[in-house]
């Protein structure tokens, strides 16, 4: 496509968007299990006006939009406070969990150079750490040592402490993973890297804004925040469990001094200061704005009716699959996400008439499974999958083949 000579007029261009949007996943209707996290259309409501109000100012100059500098610090204090954080904590927004896991990297590395004088950094993530870990060690420039999982699929502590070497920088655990939904030993992972003065970094992306209040709920929850002695920076996603729309997270630091070792400042142009907290020069107004308002809007309260919300669903999905015979739940999932497999059948196939049903699951290998990450707006639907099902689990016969991707 080229650039039209004239350009079209809005309800042509319109009619011409709603109609490739036809073929988006329908996720309003809950047959999406990843990448959404609607909450409700009060909510929606609140995020479509913050969007609105800041559709085009820029968060790279505090100076010029106080405002925003405002509202990512009140965003920033109230995730630090959920997450256990004291007087000596801060942090940043980003725009994502991958920014998030970036700066958190970084910090890392830049801490070793300074204090251990580290010019040749590793770090140690469990083989079900988010990608975005590698793609941290590839930018950044560090070795990825990747540790073994055990049978419950938390990372294998022992492995960890063997993988550590005189430049390992950083150890990693996930609260929950991805793949599985199992929160790591974090307390274990992080008296390792305390004792040997290694940062660690807690990846709660996922369990940032869901597991504070699953715990208030009277849900056990491991220990994977602040409380924890040794971490040292936790990745949170409001875009996540926090209902905002795309592109708002915090990187949050136990010590205030840590956040030197993240922010970029520079003055050898004719610019004068330059300073950046994370990877984005310009960065968008509107996801501070979005988070702010869905955080203020929601309140520990909204948080909390959410969380039952999604964790009665849970429950019964995880009932109703591990009813069907030839299906189990792999691992003991913590929180909200879950894998299912099949010893028995082909998962990959059950997948299949899922898929031609209508329902977008994502497929895993290693154990072979089909994955789902639940939000409040799967209640509605929970007898309809399962039936679903229950049908293709009865019968599926041989895969069509279809590779197992992220999202
Ligand atoms: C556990 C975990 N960490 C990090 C990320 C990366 O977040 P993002 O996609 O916002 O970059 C994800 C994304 O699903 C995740 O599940």
């Not at 994502?96 to 896991?101: F, N, R, V, Y």
């Not at 203020?296 to 959410?306: I, K, T, V």
């Not at 879950?338 to 028995?344: C, H, K, T």
Request: proline content about 6%; hydrophobic content about 40%.
């Amino acid at each position: 496509m080229k650039l039209p000579k004239k350009g079209i007029p809005s309800d042509d261009l319109f009619a011409r968007m709603n109609e490739m949007k036809t073929q988006d996943a329908d996720w309003r209707g809950g047959r999406t299990w990843s990448l959404i996290y609607p909450a409700g259309e009060d909510v929606d409501e609140v995020l479509r006006r913050a969007n609105e109000l800041y559709v085009y100012e820029n968060a790279l100059n505090p100076f010029r939009f106080p405002s925003l500098q405002h509202m990512e610090a009140d965003v920033v204090a109230m995730t630090v406070d959920m997450l256990h954080g004291d007087d000596r904590s801060s942090g940043t927004m980003t725009s994502g969990g991958t920014e998030s896991i970036l700066m958190g990297v970084k910090t890392a590395r830049d801490r070793a150079l300074v204090e251990r004088g580290i010019t040749d950094p590793q770090m140690i993530a469990p083989i079900s750490a988010h990608p975005a870990f590698a793609k941290a060690a590839k930018y950044l420039g560090l070795e990825l040592r990747q540790a073994p999982l055990r049978e419950d699929l938390r990372v294998d502590v022992d492995a960890v402490e063997k993988l550590i070497t005189a430049n390992t920088v950083l150890i990693v655990g996930s609260a929950p993973n991805y793949p599985h939904g199992v929160i790591d030993p974090i307390e274990q992972l992080a008296g390792l890297a305390a004792s040997r003065e290694i940062s660690f970094h807690t990846d709660a992306c996922v369990g940032g804004f869901i597991l504070p209040f699953l715990e208030r709920l009277g849900h056990p929850v491991p220990p994977f925040d602040f409380r924890v002695p040794g971490v040292t920076t936790i990745s949170a996603d409001v875009h996540k469990y926090g209902y905002c729309t795309k592109g708002a997270s915090v990187i949050a630091h136990r010590d205030k001094a840590t956040l030197d070792h993240q922010i970029f400042l520079y003055d050898q142009w004719p610019g004068g200061l330059y300073g950046s907290p994370a990877l984005a020069g310009a960065r968008p107004a509107a996801p501070i704005a979005a988070a702010w308002a869905v955080m203020n809007y929601l309140g520990e309260d909204g948080y909390m009716r959410l969380a039952k919300v999604i964790l009665d669903t849970v429950t019964a999905l995880r009932r109703g699959i591990d009813a069907i015979e030839q299906l189990h739940i792999w691992g003991e999932p913590d929180a909200t996400l879950l894998a299912f497999g099949s010893e028995e059948i082909d998962i990959a196939a059950v997948g299949d008439i899922m898929d031609d049903r209508g329902w977008h699951l994502d497929r895993q290998e290693n154990p072979g499974a089909l994955h789902m990450m639940v939000t409040p707006n799967h209640a509605k639907i929970v007898e309809l999958f399962l039936t679903d099902l229950r049908e293709a689990a009865a019968n599926p016969g041989k895969s069509r083949g279809k590779q197992a991707r992220y999202s």
